[in-house]
């Protein structure tokens, strides 16, 4: 098994809250969930061999209420 790597992460706090939520309803932890969703985004940019978007450092719009 491949030795994993360890990073530091800052999320905002809304962010957190909705991956908390998410992660809860797939029943795996917070840091679990993040792992499960860059994998899989990683599977679909090599499928699509799309690039990652040039506005990658603009503020995201969470619809979390």
Known sequence: MAEKKQ???R???RLYEAIA???EDDFRSVNGQIEYLL???VKQRKKDGKYVSQKLD???ELDIK
């Open 7 to 9: 990073i530091p992460l």
């Open 11 to 13: 999320l905002s706090s």
């Open 21 to 23: 939520a998410w992660a």
């Open 39 to 41: 994998t899989e985004c």
């Open 58 to 60: 603009e503020e995201i």
